[in-house]
């Protein structure tokens, strides 16, 4: 167990090194901030000269790897840090100095266990990409297929389970704290960034999820998934498909190359809705540096290593309140809340609906270029503030993606009206998923289940209640009070005790 010392050193370098570059102003200046917190955060930047603008992105990318990811779950969370810091942390892409080659060649090594040649015909040696956790090399296999390298930079494990380390110590330290540090349930946000790390550090886990996810989005054709190389793909290496496309960030080689910019945003709109709405299973790193655009207008997503869930209730709840603030149905939204205890059944249902027309009425029918989304971030998160309302950690990574995907949106679309783009799709699984077939076919599915568990039901019963077997029954039995005084030597010496009164009282009766 790491000594409260050492968790104490780290965090106070850490602490030295977000204030060099003004990231704890936010934090120390908001009125919702304990006062314990607030002090600490005051003698982190003692002596440390603060710039006029906070830079948040470069602070965690100054601090390490670890500190980059904890940064990129920041950004989903604006009433954590605010919104200024929270825009700032969505820069962070994980471009961060490449390692050496030989050092990454190694790796591979290992993980294959045989010859580097007898797997690829080569390898360029310059990579193509480096993040915080791994960097990619372009190659050619064996067989002459053009593949993308994936290699876990060394040591990156141990890194990140330091730091994990003291990110849920110092959690745990300032949540008894109490108040609005509370509400925002920081342990569990760095339990759910410990997930996310756990997953992304398994290149066999993320060459699952670009498996299953190329599945599930054939009713997509304009999302294009790259295949996995199974052979050449291990724990700490994986080898998929090379994307030749270009990235979702160059518009003005979009512009060049004729790619018609709309089509390219209202695609990636749909398939990500699709993904996680009507299959519950949805790329979660949806940045411009993992998307690219090829040929038809298609888009090629990569880099696989986050990826979320949502099982079927939480996605026909979420579904309802996206098409209820299409709609402007906003007692529904309220509703739906109060039925998946998002909001405590102590307030009401018509004020929070109230509420939340006051955000979401000026905001309908605007292109996202005219809205201003810090007075709809700031209406919502008064709207959480007021009504109880506490994180949520399974539904941050959705937060996250849905802030994504409306940025590389907007970039290539500033015209784009989200709403609109979206109510088709979700009008339609709506509609699939709670009309009247769908209540019917459900409501025979379950019944078939029932009917299909009752012979193994009566088998259990037979099982605890066995046919009575050859022996007649036996006659009823008058019950007898016991006496237990004790235990050991003293009960026997009563039971033999009673055992010669009533012997005696026989005797004397004439009973023998």
Aim: hydrophobic content about 50%.
């Amino acid at each position: 167990m790491t000594s409260p010392i050492v968790h104490a050193w780290r965090l106070l370098k850490w602490g030295r090194t977000l204030a060099r570059h003004g990231a704890l102003r936010g934090i120390e200046h908001d009125p919702h901030t304990p006062a314990r917190l607030r002090r600490l955060l005051r003698l982190a930047r003692l002596g440390a000269r603060v710039p006029d603008q906070p830079q948040y992105a470069a602070a965690f990318t100054a601090i390490g790897p670890a500190a980059i990811k904890l940064g990129q779950t920041l950004a989903t969370r604006p009433d954590l840090v605010g919104e200024e810091a929270a825009a700032d942390l969505l820069r962070l892409q994980d471009a961060v100095p490449p390692v050496p080659f030989e050092a990454v060649a190694q790796v591979m090594r290992q993980s294959f266990g045989r010859p580097l040649d007898t797997l690829f015909a080569s390898i360029e040696e310059t990579p193509v990409g480096a993040a915080s956790i791994a960097q990619v090399h372009r190659a050619v296999t064996t067989d002459g297929r053009q593949v993308a390298v994936k290699v876990m930079r060394p040591g990156v494990e141990e890194d990140f389970a330091r730091a994990i380390d003291t990110y849920e110590w110092a959690a745990a330290q300032v949540e008894p704290m109490g108040g609005e540090i509370a509400r925002l349930q920081p342990r569990l946000v760095i339990e759910t960034f410990k997930r996310w790390t756990a997953r992304e550090l398994n290149f066999t886990r993320e060459a699952a999820s670009a498996s299953e996810l190329a599945e599930t989005m054939t009713a997509e054709p304009g999302f294009f998934v790259p295949a996995v190389d199974w052979s050449r793909t291990a724990g700490r290496v994986l080898t998929i498909e090379w994307i030749d496309g270009i990235k979702l960030s160059n518009r003005a080689a979009l512009i060049a190359a004729g790619y018609d910019l709309p089509e390219l945003a209202r695609v990636l709109v749909h398939a990500f809705l699709r993904q996680a709405i009507a299959d519950g299973f949805f790329h979660a790193d949806m940045h411009q540096g993992n998307l690219f655009a090829l040929p038809g207008n298609r888009v090629a997503a990569i880099d696989f290593g986050i990826m979320g869930r949502i099982d079927r209730r939480a996605r026909l709840w979420l579904a309802e309140i996206l098409y209820g603030l299409i709609t402007g149905n906003y007692r529904r939204v309220a509703e739906i809340h109060f039925e998946a205890q998002y909001v405590p059944a102590h307030h009401s249902v018509e004020e929070f609906a109230t509420a939340l027309r006051a955000v979401g009425e000026p905001m309908r029918g605007m292109k996202v270029k005219d809205m201003s989304i810090g007075m709809m971030l700031d209406g919502l998160f008064a709207i959480t503030r007021d009504f109880d309302m506490v994180t949520q950690p399974h539904l941050l990574l959705l937060q996250k993606t849905m802030v994504m995907v409306e940025g590389v949106a907007t970039a290539l679309d500033p015209e784009i009206n989200l709403w609109i783009t979206a109510a088709p799709l979700v009008e339609d699984w709506i509609r699939t998923e709670l009309g009247p077939e769908a209540a019917i076919a459900d409501r025979i599915v379950q019944d078939v289940r029932t009917l299909s568990r009752l012979p193994e039901l009566v088998r259990r019963i037979e099982a605890r209640f066995p046919a009575p077997g050859g022996a007649p029954p036996a006659p009823p039995l008058r019950e007898i009070q016991l006496v237990r005084v004790g235990g050991g030597w003293r009960y026997a010496l009563v039971a033999v005790g009673s055992a010669l009164a009533g012997a005696a009282a026989m005797w004397a009766a004439g009973g023998w």
